[in-house]
């Protein structure tokens, strides 16, 4: 993979983007991610139970310990 050799101000100013996007890896890519075993657990939860929907995926979670608020789900 080639990288060109453009500043960051042009790159973004080409792009229609604004600088600060640029400065922080989003949240689920850090190594620190606090919800990455919660998102684990959706995917499994949802490929056993793929009709149900985030309500009953709520209050499976809250059954089994996690301490989550619904609109994470």
């Not at 100013?13 to 890896?25: A, C, F």
């Not at 989003?26 to 990455?36: G, K, L, R, S, V």
């Not at 919660?38 to 059954?63: C, E, I, N, S, T």
């Amino acid at each position: 993979m080639r990288v060109l050799a453009l500043s960051e101000r042009f790159a973004c100013r080409v792009t229609g983007q604004h600088r600060s996007t640029q400065r922080r890896p989003p949240a689920d890519q850090t190594a620190a991610d606090p919800d990455a075993a919660l998102r684990d657990w959706l995917r499994d939860w949802a490929k056993a139970h793929p009709r149900q929907g985030f309500r009953r995926a709520y209050h499976d979670a809250r059954g089994e310990g996690w301490t989550v608020n619904h609109k994470k789900i």
